[in-house]
């Protein structure tokens, strides 16, 4: 018989009756019912029932041992009888009746129960990652993980991508996010920096001939964290195709990411649905007026209006002054709410003004009769036109975001949420894709008062040389796209600026003299200058998908050892001073005020 175990914690069942058998695991939970000791034996696969007679030399050894502790046990399997079956068990219909135990490793008070799905507190959970991991949704989450990871690979394997493993210390970027930099021990003063995606790495592979390229690849990036987004690092699906219009890259991925969600669209028995393909695509300026962000939740059926035409010379002088200022009203509707008092109204306009805004507009609806000081001056017959005009029924109310156009977007979007949220209308049992597309190659900086690169430098202008040369640079349209799932953005993509010409021109127009170019992005657009392909990926992120999978609130509950929102490792103690041995080595003086061992 085998040292440790002859099967594992799921795979016993009545077939198994009268065999003796040896398991081992992690004491999960302990019963005494009348001296009779029922113990919970949990490893990776699952629990099986341990059972310890009254007596028994096994169960005063278990009744000593802590929850968690490890034990190997022998014993005979025999059945539970139909009254006792468990049938949300895979080893429901059996239990083993303990005859020897070994103690492998013995557990100290815990600081956190692995048992049960209490909440606990980050800073304790993440300090104890490693019992974090044992809880049964955590462990299930990285197992998800594991497995979405493995058919991702496969899918693009079967596309006809190559895996490829680019360099983890490379050169500081000056565009996109802080980096973390390495100092060198060999060349003194100089610094590497972790790269905060294979971008420039996997446009050489199209220079190089090698065509359609992946890599499930890290990335890093000394950025702040948020709910959807992993402090320091994180992974991402990288590919990179070569003589390819925007349609074949959305053709390439499109299936994967399709194939991939409907795989484990049914985890936990979830039953979700995915959206058919081909995923839908929305222009730039059509997603910012109908959602009012450019990664619209197309689960919300809500869609935002422009109403500023309604308002001009309107009784309700506020809303008149705006559009005769040359900026715009908003409309969201609030459908079905006859039914809902004042406060609902009141507390959606409190909301908005402690979210930084000077307030929401409202006016309800009730059997098709208008109320609210905003339909009370603008009038009766003006609002039902204008409700008319919108597609709304007679109970629907309407909330109203007003000022310059992109706070007035920015408002209504997130009123658009809220009240969708509110009202209980986001159908949660559905993943719904579509591409974001169009979007401006440029933007006015008012900081900076001039025009800058508004999405990604190195994109394709449409319309190329041409439009650069002949186009107000805010009218140019780049090819420039992003997907989204459920109002998360996966990834940003781009046909990728091959030609060195029009990447002078285009930086040119951003401002950056072709020295410029030459000296802060030699290694690619040297490499342009002996012949590159026409190319375009995009890189969709591995923790977004598992955590919308996983239907989890934060990306931390899909990451094995995660960090803290303040990139703290807490269970490692990263990061940490260096020794000033260490530091002379990489011929470092540090200004902090280090602590005293």
């Not at 929850?67 to 139909?82: D, K, Q």
């Not at 690979?153 to 050169?171: K, S, V």
């Not at 059926?301 to 715009?328: C, K, M, T, W, Y």
């Amino acid at each position: 018989m085998h040292a440790y175990r002859t099967h594992n914690c799921a795979a016993l069942s009545a077939s198994n009756v009268g065999d003796t058998v040896r398991l081992s695991g992690w004491v999960h939970r302990k019963r005494d019912h009348g001296g009779v000791l029922f113990v919970d034996l949990r490893d990776h696969y699952g629990l099986t029932q341990i059972v310890a007679k009254a007596g028994s030399d096994t169960m005063m050894l278990l009744e000593r041992l802590r929850v968690e502790s490890v034990v190997t046990i022998t014993g005979e399997v025999v059945s539970r009888g139909a009254d006792a079956t468990n049938p949300n068990l895979a080893t429901g219909e059996i239990e083993v009746v303990a005859d020897t135990i070994e103690v492998q490793s013995t557990a100290q008070e815990l600081p956190m129960p692995v048992a049960g799905d209490a909440e606990y507190p980050e800073d304790i959970r993440l300090r104890y990652r490693f019992l974090d991991l044992r809880r049964e949704r955590l462990h299930q989450n990285i197992m998800l993980r594991s497995k979405v990871i493995s058919s991702i690979r496969g899918r693009m394997i079967d596309q006809g991508f190559t895996e490829f493993q680019t360099p983890i210390l490379t050169a500081s970027s000056p565009e996109g996010a802080r980096d973390y930099l390495v100092p060198s021990r060999v060349h003194p003063g100089k610094f590497y920096a972790l790269p905060q995606a294979p971008q420039m790495f996997k446009q050489l592979l199209m220079v190089a001939g090698f065509d359609k390229y992946f890599q499930i690849a890290p990335c890093f990036r000394d950025e702040d964290a948020r709910a959807d987004r992993s402090p320091g690092e994180f992974y991402q699906l990288d590919f990179e195709m070569s003589y390819v219009t925007q349609d074949d890259v959305f053709a390439a991925i499109e299936p994967v990411l399709h194939g991939v969600f409907e795989q484990f669209a049914d985890w936990q028995g979830k039953g979700r649905t995915v959206s058919p393909l081909p995923f839908k695509r929305i222009p730039y300026r059509e997603s910012m007026l109908k959602y009012g962000n450019d990664k619209p939740d197309l689960r919300n059926p809500i869609l935002i209006s422009d109403v500023s035409d309604h308002f001009v010379g309107s009784g309700f002088g506020r809303f008149a002054s705006i559009v005769e200022a040359g900026d715009v009203v908003r409309a969201i509707p609030a459908p079905g709410t006859a039914d809902r008092s004042r406060k609902f109204f009141d507390d959606m306009n409190s909301w908005a003004q402690g979210e930084g805004f000077a307030g929401l507009g409202y006016a309800t609806r009730k059997a098709g009769e208008w109320g609210g000081p905003i339909a009370k001056n603008h009038g009766e017959d003006k609002m039902t036109a204008m409700a008319d005009g919108l597609g709304l029924g007679p109970d629907d109310g309407l909330f109203f975001a007003a000022g310059k156009e992109a706070q007035a977007a920015k408002l209504a979007g997130l009123a658009r949420t809220r009240v969708a949220e509110t009202l209980g209308l986001i159908d949660q049992s559905r993943f719904e894709f579509c591409w974001i597309v169009d979007f401006p190659m440029f933007e006015y900086d008012e900081d900076a008062k001039k025009v800058d690169f508004s999405h990604n430098p190195f994109s394709m202008p449409q319309g190329e040389m041409e439009a650069l040369e002949t186009k107000n640079p805010l009218d140019i349209l780049a090819y420039q796209y992003d997907i989204v799932c459920n109002g998360i953005e996966l990834s940003s993509g781009a046909i990728r600026n091959h030609r060195p010409e029009i990447m002078y021109k285009a930086f040119e127009i951003a401002g950056y003299t072709q020295a410029d170019v030459d000296t802060n992005f030699a290694g690619m657009i040297n490499a342009f200058k002996f012949g590159a392909p026409p190319h375009g990926g995009s890189a969709p992120g591995i923790d977004r998908i598992v955590m919308l999978l996983a239907d989890e609130p934060n990306i931390r509950e899909v990451i094995v050892f995660p960090m803290t929102q303040k990139a703290e490792d807490l269970m490692m103690g990263a990061p940490n001073f260096a020794t000033p041995k260490q530091l002379r080595e990489l011929n470092l003086r540090s200004t902090a005020d280090v602590p005293k061992p």
